[in-house]
């Protein structure tokens, strides 16, 4: 499967099933699907974002090797909301090594705070940064500041994730 062609031919379900199906635990397949990802154009790099997420919510192992660039390519600027939405999205699936805890903290912390970031970014954000908690509880009453400051103007969606986290927040043990 040539992966540049398959994700330009349509944007749809079916294809990232496809691109998923293909790569499936293939490191080398998953290394390709990297590659077309940070490499673009623009809508090359939208659309493979989408399988890119779900090959590491099935396969976390698979991102390792590329996780450096992968947490890299989100500083550049001006990238679109579907790059940030799937890379932030397939974070959440993985335990991030604590060498780059800092990078995505620092990442989706501007992410969850920004109120002009698409939601969805967001909240994978908000879930990103609960799961580094865990392992950085200094950070855990900054994440709750931001969450509760943005309650009264947020979204359902926001609303709803940030109620399993706040509760999930409260259950950690303290520090």
Request: hydrophobic residues 40%.
């Amino acid at each position: 499967m040539n992966i540049v062609e398959e994700v330009l031919r349509e944007h749809s379900k079916a294809m990232c099933d496809r691109v998923v199906s293909y790569v499936g635990r293939n490191p080398k397949r998953f290394e390709q699907l990297v590659a077309v990802f940070l490499k673009g154009p623009y809508r090359v790099t939208q659309r493979a974002g989408w399988p890119l997420s779900y090959c590491v919510e099935h396969n976390p192992d698979l991102i390792s090797p590329h996780l450096k660039k992968i947490i890299k390519n989100l500083e550049t600027p001006g990238l679109h909301d579907s790059v940030k939405r799937n890379t932030v999205r397939l974070l959440q699936f993985i335990d991030i090594p604590k060498s780059l805890q800092g990078a995505v903290a620092s990442a989706c912390f501007d992410f969850l705070a920004n109120p002009k970031e698409p939601v969805a970014v967001r909240v994978f954000s908000m879930s990103v940064l609960a799961n580094i908690t865990r392992k950085q509880p200094a950070l855990r009453n900054e994440l709750r500041i931001i969450i509760e400051d943005q309650l009264p103007y947020a979204t359902a969606g926001f609303m709803s994730r940030a109620r399993v986290v706040l509760k999930e927040l409260k259950k950690l043990p303290r520090v």
